[in-house]
């Protein structure tokens, strides 16, 4: 807006002033504004060659050619080696991995840091060893349109071979190799292009983050609609009183430019029109075009302290805090909603097996047993362990039913194997890792997966070999994942694990009871719960799965909802076996960082896809809710399966809602910090209940759900939300987000199912965690710990908005000083539009003489010191709700301004009633006045800002009492007094010198910038 205004008043041809002294700010504003953008555009484009025009290896009649990536066309086989990035989506063809899989980490797509494998199509495409020779391959690769989800991808390729039938093979995910995501601990691949340039699952996927506007930003707009107002008030004020004092006839123009009566009748409105505009000119200053400049700078340098700061330096990652974004530095220091993330963001995700339950019995540590287990406090319903082969069954299902692979200790990279072994675990899922490792403890090891046959070896050290026939995959629609395999004696069986909730309702009804207790007390003691189950397969059972299976795999056209029924009707009537506990500790610092969140006046909600009872233990460890807090629940528990659910959710709302109103007294203003609760509440909601009030079906009857339980959320303490897919986060910040009052939302997460409410809350901060970095690249902000959120949030965001708050009020402030005087001015010389200070001051007032003092201050400012902002979470309170940028310290610094500038004016002007003379006894001269009123300016809203400065450090000493001397410096240098012969001739020839050799001269400015300053000084000292 303010580039729009000045390039507007550029263009007038007759304007009062010259057009440098618009025309330069205009230049400066949008010069550094162009080197920003273009040095941003220029490491884009340095970026896009460094991929674009990458060499790889093109496998062309059996010989290696070179090519630029960018020139790679579908159908090419590309040579990919270790550590390289993939340079398209390719089909995996053939590995140097004898069991035809490959390593990739795909850290730089999808965030997920840890080692995932990808599996060739067929063992019919053999590798070999030769560098410069590709296996002939003569086939037809149909894919489904590209679409942007990753993790989907749905294909078939036929090969060709002399003499035989073709074969068919499907392709899915496990065979796509996506580009971005780099080839790990294998030797070499090869692949063929699928997927190019723009039509790649990462070209697709790129999307821009939206562009997020702080709440100081919509506060200068709001000030600078004001000073607009003030700009057209002035410049129609002038005008009007031009032409009402032109009305005597003896106050007309000059003899010399004397207009006869009907010159001055005609086009009179034209040149009221004209004369508006140059009024505009001349008052244009008002509008500080400059601080958006200072501003941009300000965040720039400030988001380095960030980065900076060593306390938020982890040495476990070796990584400090990242600034992505500097555009929402001072909106850290007015946050009221934090929405965080469960699992590795208040948790290590450090997953760790505790115990298991097997057929109700519980079992707990190893000792040196033969069997390896110890059985602690036993069962609630059965005394004694449970059956020697029920308890083999179910170690074997934990070594068996997974997508864990092994790798030598010394090939994997950055992964430390167990110190006795040479062999370590890698696997997409550290939960998966867990539960081999803990079946490993009690004496059942997994040994690997060789050519579609897992070994394991049981607790009397003999080796077991079970072929891998079909691996229903984990998702999170099901919660659950299968294996299929055949032992050596052609026992064909199905294991499974999953979810509590997704895995009862499958197995037979009167084996959950027993169970069921287990998992809900190891969930209450806040730990990750996984069931297991299986069921023995006959020869027909299997061979109808295995066919309907294929055909779905080979099916182009609805693929996944075909195999999600295949995987329906296979994972059913299945018979529970036990299930186990996993730990994943609290971060640490945690409970602490949340309190003193609280303590700051800020509302943490926990948005988690953990079952409830794992994640209320975990708010109650992380002090969320407290032993006094009533908890209120909307869970599929309370609401009931039956048909009247909405009936029921409807009276639940209505008593909850009923209860906060009485309990909770009423509130001014919508959404507040300081409310005064005689009891505090907490609420528990899971997924579908709130799918439920979110979405209401067209037949309920009230359709008021959303309002309601927004009401209650706002009104309650604390809020868990369990269950939650990463749409619903999102749908729970917006919610917040778009209520009355705009309330500031931040959301934390580590993992990729966070990046939504990420993306949706007004703060984005991610976790550098072990679920991968999509969290932190999609952030504003990235902090390597949770407990660091407290420094980010209670001192630099603080001490941010304190900066940016002061930095923009005394723009508007030292601007308004500046031109007042010269609408005053205009009084008393017949509004002709006489500029009071010279083009040079109008020019260099905001760009040189005033502009580093400000933003030193706004950099290095510390009012309270950060030890206390840490300290003392209440702090943050008192700059909450934008409390500096309100309008009544608005109008304190505008009418602070309107006294000084009317100091500065008439305080001159009297001074001048008096006839000051020279010591050549010559008046002082309109140049002269304007210089004066300048030089007190200058000095006045220059020492008004080291009054507010409480933290000095030499770099504010320099810029401000450097500015002052540059001024002097340059008045005399302009004046001609330093180089004559540079613009001898210019109207402020030695002015300043002259001024200067007058004593009442010198008395006249301290005075009047005691004067100006006096009620500052009354104020601090007061």
Known sequence: FSAVHFFSLQVIVDTPTSPVTSGLPLFFVITVTAIKQGYEDWLRHRADNEVNKSNVFIVENAKQVQKESEKIKVGDIVEVKADETFPCDLIFLASSSVDGTCYVTTASLDGESNNSFALCFTKAVVYTRDACVCVHLLSTQKARQVTKTTGRFVGRIIIYRSNQEPVARSLGPENLLLKGATLKNTKKIYGVAVYTGMETKMALNYQGKSQKRSAVEKSINAFLIVYLCILLSKATVCTTLKYVWQSNPFNDEPWYNEKTKKERETFKVLRMFTDFLSFMVLFNFIIPVSMYVTVEMQKFLGSFFISWDKEMYDEEIKEGALVNTSDLNEELGQVEYVFTDKTGTLTENSMEFIECCIDGHKYKDCISEVDGFSQTDGPLKYYGKAEKSREELFLRALCLCHTVQIKEADQVDGLIGHPERKYTYISSSPDEIALVKGAEKYGFTFLGLENDFMKIRNQKNETEMYQLLHVLNFDPVRRRMSVIVRTTAGQLLLFCKGADSSIFPRVQQEEIQQTKVHVDRNAMDGYRTLCVAFKELTQIEYDKIDRLLNEAKMALQDREEKMAKVFEDTEADMHLIGATAVEDRLQEQSAETIEALHTAGMKVWVLTGDKMETAKSTCYACRLFQTSTELLELTARTVGE????????????????????????????????????????????????????????????????????????????????????????????????????????????????????????????????????????????????????????????????????????????????????????????????QPLYDAAYLTMYNICFTSLPILAYSLLEQHISIDTLTSDPQLYMKVSDNAMLQWRPFLYWTFLGAFEGLVFFFGVFFLFQNSLLEDNGKVFGNWTFGTIVFTVLVFTVTLKLALDTRFWTWMNHFVIWGSLAFYVFFSFFWGGVIWQPFLKQQRMYFVFAHMLTSVSTWLAIILLIFISLFPEILLIVL
């Not at 209860?659 to 409310?675: A, M, N, V, Y």
């Not at 910040?733 to 199912?753: E, F, H, Q, Y």
């Open 642 to 833: 039956s048909e009247r659910k909405e009936d029921r959710l409807h009276e639940l709302l209505m008593e909850y809602h009923k209860k906060l109103i009485q309990d909770i007294p009423k509130t001014r203003g919508g959404l507040k910090r300081s409310w005064t609760l005689s009891q505090e509440y907490g609420l528990i909601i899971d997924g579908a209940t709130l799918s439920l009030i979110l979405n209401p079906s067209q037949d309920s009857s009230s359709s008021n759900y959303k309002n309601i339980f927004l009401q209650i959320c706002l009104k309650c303490t604390a809020v868990l939300c369990c269950r939650m897919a990463p749409l619903q986060k999102a749908q729970i910040v917006r919610m917040v987000k778009n209520t009355k009052g705009s309330p500031i939302t931040l959301s934390v997460g580590d993992g990729a199912n966070d990046v939504s409410m990420i993306l949706e809350a007004h703060v984005g901060i991610g976790i550098k965690g072990k679920e991968g970095r999509q969290a932190s690249r999609n952030s504003d902000y990235a902090v390597p710990k949770f407990k660091h959120l407290r420094k980010l949030l209670l001192a630099h965001g603080h001490l941010y908005y304190v900066r940016i708050a002061h930095l923009v009020q005394y723009f508007f402030y030292k601007n308004l000083c500046f031109i007042l005087p010269q609408f005053l001015y205009q009084f008393f010389c017949g509004f002709s539009q």
